[in-house]
């Protein structure tokens, strides 16, 4: 469960923050606005019409039961959200920075990596953790692509302890204690980013 949250946390991060900055950056709206309306219908689309003919298309290729396709997948579940807040909080911040960042010398990248970036952190942090707690709390996925036991994530494991015979109470409260420790020390930690990133489009500039 941390190899797949952490691991497909970073990649949907990594992928949302430069598609955020470059839409919000892009000298062209119309193009840019065409492309946020595209994510956000995509964000209207139930997930559950999808499982069917991916689970058809990945067994053809034999990649089921692969922790690294599952995770594939749960980037790709969450960039559309991803870019379009983190799209949201780059507009926020001003174009003079960066152009004062240039005439100084700095290329886009490090632009990008020692302006922009430390500026956008509370955001950055919320978004990351809205990523890790909707991954490592996802069910239906995990359920449906993974068969092996040592393979299955938390809550596929906490799914097998149901059966026809009835529920393994004991061993699933253990393991729903384990389940939300994770969760539990993410907030801890970015709390106060977490808070300030929700709250940042809330003050009226």
């Given at each position: 469960?941390l ?18 900055y ?28 999808l ?25 790709d ?21 960066e ?36 991954i ?19 809550p ?15 061993v ?13 020390i ?17 003050v009226?500039?």
């Open positions: 469960s190899l797949v949250s952490l691991g497909a946390s970073f990649g949907a991060l990594i992928v949302s923050v430069l598609s955020g470059g839409l919000s950056r892009i000298g062209f709206k119309k193009l840019s606005n065409g492309l946020l309306l595209a994510m956000y219908l995509t964000q209207m689309i139930p997930g559950f019409l499982m069917l003919p991916l689970f058809l298309m990945l067994s053809k290729f034999g990649m089921i039961n692969n922790l690294f396709v599952l995770g594939i997948i749960y980037i579940m969450v960039i559309a959200f991803g870019t379009i807040m983190s799209k949201g909080f780059f507009d926020r911040i001003p174009v003079s920075l152009e004062a960042a240039l005439i100084d010398g700095c290329g886009t990248l490090e632009v990008l990596y020692r302006i922009v970036l430390p500026v956008s952190l509370p955001a950055i942090m919320a978004i990351f953790s809205f990523f890790f707690v909707n490592w709390n996802e069910l239906f996925l995990a359920v449906m692509f993974l068969s092996s036991n040592d393979k299955m994530t938390i596929a494991a906490l799914n097998s302890f149901i059966s026809k015979a009835g529920i393994s109470w004991g699933m409260s253990a393991g729903l204690v384990v389940a939300l420790l994770p969760t539990i993410v907030f801890a930690f970015a709390q106060k980013y977490i808070i300030a990133g929700l709250t940042e489009g809330a009226k500039e």
